[in-house]
């Protein structure tokens, strides 16, 4: 009985842990392209405009 219960509470962990590494991963992309994005804007201001 306790090994059963300890094998849901242990897939009920692994798969919160897994949720949360993926919702991490994702803001990070995110956040990753909008600060490539701000910092190619300061680099070459106007760049795109003189081509």
């Known amino acids: 009985m306790s090994f059963g219960l300890f094998g849901i509470l242990y897939a009920i962990v692994v798969?919160?842990?897994?949720?949360?590494?993926?919702?991490?991963?994702?803001?990070?992309?995110?956040?990753?392209?909008?600060r490539i994005k701000e910092l190619k804007a300061a680099q070459h201001p106007g760049a795109e405009d003189s081509r």
């Open 15 to 34: 798969s919160v842990i897994a949720v949360l590494a993926v919702y991490a991963l994702v803001l990070l992309v995110i956040f990753l392209r909008l």
